[in-house]
């Protein structure tokens, strides 16, 4: 049944196609039929780093060339691409781990493909966002994906305010020189606040921390073995602040004003006449949505 799949994958695969490939993060074996059907047909596989590459395709018996395509040539790069594309031939992209383009090169290549008049097809596979999204417990539908917090502190302080009353998930990259600033900033912000830390996701030691700001925070002091490898962090949404306790008076100038304006503004605006929490009554509103 395998090897059907596996052959209707191979049968698939078109010439003059950039396939952009997701590949695993930590265990080999989360790779894609799709995945190794792409990379054993590919004429070209452009690689971040040959090297790391090679490790892949040597463990699933795969042999092709790679071409290094990374942040600093990957302009200059694609014009041998195109050529090649131009060919006739199948061309894949890949990075060292995860999707091509996703905080990784890609994005330029896979631009200027399509600019050049040629299809640039996914080949989905493993993601480190969504993997610690899917157990975070996480019951609203929206969220967002920043990336790598900013490197200085102070841009990074000025990001992580703007997120204090955020009603919606926040999925970010943190590197293990940089997490326990990070999570000193957050405990100055928003100590209570819910955070899975993801570290090492599908890897040997992979971990999931849940808890408080502050709590995330102790254990990584009390144990330096958690501030090391891939980190992804999930903050959980601002509770809702309860609404019960605010008057009628309120809650009438509220309704009043959130029919003739945005929701926030609205909020704004009602909280600077009444007094009353500017998140208590955009938290009323959402409820009568």
Known sequence: MMQKHYQKALDSIATQTLYVVATPIGNLADITLHALAVLQRADMICAEDT??????????GIQAKLVSVREHNEQNMAGKIIDALSDGLIVAQVSDAGTPAVCDPGAKLAERVKSAGFKVSPI???SAVIGALSVAGITEPNFYFHGFLPAK????????????NSDYAIAMFETPHRIAATLADMTTLYPERKLMLAREISKTFETFLNGTVTEIQTILQNDTNQNRGEMV??????PPEKHTNL????Q???KILSEELPTKQAAGLA?????ESKKALYDLALTWK
Not at 51 to 60: D, G, I, N, P
């Open 51 to 60: 090297r790391v590459t090679a490790q892949l395709l040597s463990a699933y």
């Open 124 to 126: 989905v596979g493993a």
């Open 153 to 164: 502190p102070g841009e990074r302080r000025k990001l992580l305010e703007t997120w204090a």
């Open 233 to 238: 962090l999930i903050l959980h949404p601002d």
């Open 247 to 250: 008057p009628e008076t309120a």
């Open 252 to 254: 009438h100038i509220m």
């Open 271 to 275: 909280a600077k006449i009444t007094g």
